[in-house]
């Protein structure tokens, strides 16, 4: 892609792919540390910074100069995808972590295989630059249906009755949940909330 559209050499590609490494990583770790905090506000970040690029190279293009930007902010957002999305997962189902891990990997490996044949057929007969339109309006759709689940949630806890506690689900009349099935004679962990 980075040869179709913008001339960028082979050279220049291995640092800028590189460097899309290490913001993945960087991303990885800053996106675990923000969504205990606010879920759905991380998802919609790490979507943007995703979205951004990539809707920049599919309108104007790239080059040696615009490249290395593009692919680090690019990687920024795409390293905290998963983490971001394992904690939500786990979050939604705090009895069944194995059974969540075990959803969100097959959604993931689905996702790719999905990704790499409709990005095949779609460069097939309309080239890259129609891949990356498609790929931004995906992640317009995962953008609205992140906002939607957001204030489906917010819904939810407004209309829950709340009690006098400390921050977690006994706060709106529901005792905490184990974090993972339990032992005979274990004493069970709280789940942890994430707020919005």
């Known amino acids: 892609m980075l040869e179709q559209l913008g001339g960028v050499g082979p050279a220049l590609i291995s640092g800028v792919l590189l460097a ?6 960087v991303g990885n770790f800053a996106a675990g540390a ?16 995703i979205a951004v690029p990539i809707l920049v190279m599919a309108a104007l293009g790239v080059s040696a ?9 690019w990687g920024l957002g795409y390293g905290g995808a998963s983490v971001s999305a394992q ?8 009895r069944m972590p194995e059974a969540a891990s075990a959803l969100l990997v097959t959604t993931f490996n689905a996702g790719i ?5 409709i990005g095949g057929l ?3 007969v309309e080239g890259t630059v129609a891949v990356l339109w498609v790929s931004t309006g995906l992640l317009v759709l995962t ?10 949630s917010h819904a939810s806890r407004g209309s829950a009755p709340r009690t006098k506690g400390s921050r977690g689900a006994d706060r709106q009349g529901v005792q905490p949940a184990p ?18």
């Open 87 to 94: 904690m939500w997962l786990l979050a939604a189902a705090p």
């Open 143 to 152: 953008i609205a249906v992140v906002t939607a689940a957001a204030i489906s």
């Open 122 to 124: 779609v460069m097939d």
């Open 20 to 25: 899309y490494g290490v913001a993945g990583v």
């Open 34 to 49: 923000l969504v205990s905090r606010a879920v759905h506000r991380t998802v919609l970040v790490l979507t943007a910074l």
């Open 179 to 196: 974090s993972r099935l339990s032992v005979p004679g274990e004493v069970p962990t709280a789940t942890r909330e994430y707020p919005e």
């Open 113 to 117: 295989s999905a990704g790499a044949l």
């Open 65 to 73: 100069s615009t490249a290395p930007v593009l692919l680090v902010v």
